[in-house]
Every structure is written in structure tokens, then in C-alpha cells.
């Protein structure tokens, strides 16, 4: 059954990038959920286990009492409270139908939800496009996902959530049993280089000017990018991620979008350099040493 259904796509491409599309606007979607309620949902958790810790007495606020994790309560309005309907909730498309407001009160609607959902979509095509109709694919649609989520997150919270770093990278480190993208050993190797790396050199700024530059989240999260991509691409991921970082830091600063001891989220750019890294990097590396 499953290996007709897969002869079914590799003969038919355009059903191929059709279905992974469609998938991508969908889970889009919900991945602004993911990044909402999740750092609200770990807030909630924080603040039990700091009043069980202290052997205080916990307040009962309204909303504590009210159910509330990634599928429950349903979509709604935050300004109104109005019940998403389900002409309502399609990705991209009810946000030009509605013409970016709310069918009830008129509330504009952020322009995040659907360019999230235009973005994991199109990540998804070219994830599609470079592996195929292959076990890759499947993996590096996750991977993307994953690494959208904590980009969503860390920009809005600067966190980046032990519950998506964590089984990100003993995915990673699962899949090289495999060889799907690297070797155990590159894996393990990587795994553990990336952490001692930024680990290091969060040790090194702080011995050196008495501040955290990053948090433990960022060791986490390149941690996962090498399981993934293994050590050698590691490097690279630093690299990108540090170029576009400082590129853009700057350019925020030059336009006054933000001061200059106010903190940076590193954790994005790190999202974007192993992503890359993990699709064209053999490519990337090939061209450059081709180059010198």
C-alpha cells in the first residue's frame, strides 16, 4: 500500500509538490498556535512549580481554571472572543477573504498568520524539491517545522522551549542510526560540538564582561543542528547564522528599530544557517571550495 502510494508520486511530481504545499500552508497554521500558547502554557508551569517550591499558596485566577494547551480552547479572536468558523480558519486564503479583519468586530488581523503560513509552505516545497520522493524529505519537513517554531518563539520571547530543542536533536541523532543525513558518528560528534562551542564561548564573554551573551537555549539549538547535519557542517551554520545576525543587528540599529544594549535573539539566525546548511550544504561547501 505505502510503496504504491509512493510510485504514485514519484510518477506524478506536480501531485508530489501539490500535496507538500497544501501540507505546509496547513501546518503553518498551526504553528501560530504552537507559538503563542507555548510560552504562555510554560509561563503557567513556571509559576506552579515556583509556588510548590515556596510552599505558597497558589492564586486561582479565571483563566488558570480554564483548559488551555495547543488544541484547546479553540481559535478565536483576542479582541472580541469570537469563535473561528472553519471558512474562517483556511490558511492564507480566509485572510484575504476576511481582508485582514475580524468577521465580528472588525479587529485587524496580524499580518504574521498568513506569512507564516506562506513561508512554511514554500520551506516545505524546497525541502521537497531538493530530497524527492524520499525518507529525507518526510525527516527535513519536521526539521523545518521545528526550526520555524523556535524562530516564532524566540522572536517574540526570546526562548527556545527544551520540549522542541530537546527532541529535535535526539531526532537527529535517531535518523544518523540510518545514515539519512550523516553518519552516527558525525552526529554524535556534532551533537556535542555544537554545544561546547557556543557553551564556550558563552563561558569566555562572560569570564571577560560579566554578562550572559546567549542563552542556553542557542547550545541547545546548535547542538540539534549538528545531530542533524553532522560536525562538519558546523562551521558553516556559525558562519551564516553570525553574517546575517550582524548584518542584521545593524541594520535594525541604523533605521532605530532597536537600541543598542537592547538584546538580540541569536537563536533565528541559527534556525536559518542549519536549515540551509541541511539542504545545500554539500552544494554550498562543493561551490566554495571550487571557488578557492
Not at 538584546?263 to 552544494?283: C, D, H, N, R, T
Request: aromatic share 14%.
Amino acid at each position: 500500500m505505502l510503496e504504491d502510494f509512493v510510485i504514485i508520486l514519484q510518477s506524478s511530481p506536480w501531485l508530489f509538490y501539490f500535496s507538500v504545499t497544501f501540507i505546509g500552508l496547513s501546518v503553518g497554521s498551526f504553528l501560530n498556535v504552537v507559538a503563542y500558547r507555548l510560552p504562555k502554557m510554560m509561563e503557567r508551569d513556571w509559576r506552579r512549580e515556583c509556588h510548590e517550591f515556596l510552599e505558597l499558596e497558589q492564586p486561582q485566577t479565571e483563566d488558570d481554571e480554564k483548559k488551555f494547551n495547543l488544541a484547546t480552547p479553540a481559535s478565536a479572536c483576542p479582541h472580541c472572543g469570537h469563535k473561528l468558523r472553519a471558512w474562517e480558519n483556511i490558511p492564507v486564503i480566509s485572510y484575504l477573504f476576511l481582508k485582514a479583519r475580524c468577521s465580528s468586530c472588525g479587529t485587524k488581523i496580524s499580518l504574521q498568520y498568513p506569512a507564516v503560513e506562506f513561508i512554511t509552505a514554500v520551506a516545505s516545497l524546497l525541502a521537497a524539491y531538493t530530497f524527492g520522493v524520499t525518507i529525507q524529505t518526510v525527516a527535513a519537513l519536521f526539521f523545518t517545522w521545528a526550526l520555524i517554531t523556535l524562530t516564532l518563539i524566540d522572536l517574540k520571547t526570546q526562548l527556545l522551549p527544551d520540549s522542541i530543542t530537546l527532541p529535535l536533536l535526539w531526532m537527529g541523532i535517531f535518523l544518523s542510526f540510518f545514515d539519512v543525513f550523516t553518519d552516527l558518528t558525525a552526529s554524535v560528534i556534532g551533537a556535542m560540538a555544537g554545544y561546547m562551542i557556543l557553551w564556550s564561548v558563552y563561558q569566555l564573554f562572560k569570564m571577560l564582561t560579566g554578562k550572559e551573551g546567549m542563552g542556553f537555549g542557542d547550545f541547545k539549538l546548535l547542538a540539534a543542528l549538528g545531530a542533524w547535519a553532522g560536525y562538519s557542517y558546523l562551521p558553516q551554520i556559525i558562519l551564516v547564522s553570525s553574517v546575517v545576525g550582524s548584518v542584521f543587528g545593524i541594520g535594525m540599529l541604523i533605521i532605530g528599530r532597536t537600541r543598542q544594549q537592547q538584546p538580540i535573539p541569536f537563536g533565528p539566525y541559527l534556525a536559518v544557517a542549519g536549515w540551509i546548511a541541511l539542504l545545500w550544504g554539500e552544494a554550498i561547501n562543493s561551490t566554495y571550495l571550487s571557488f578557492l
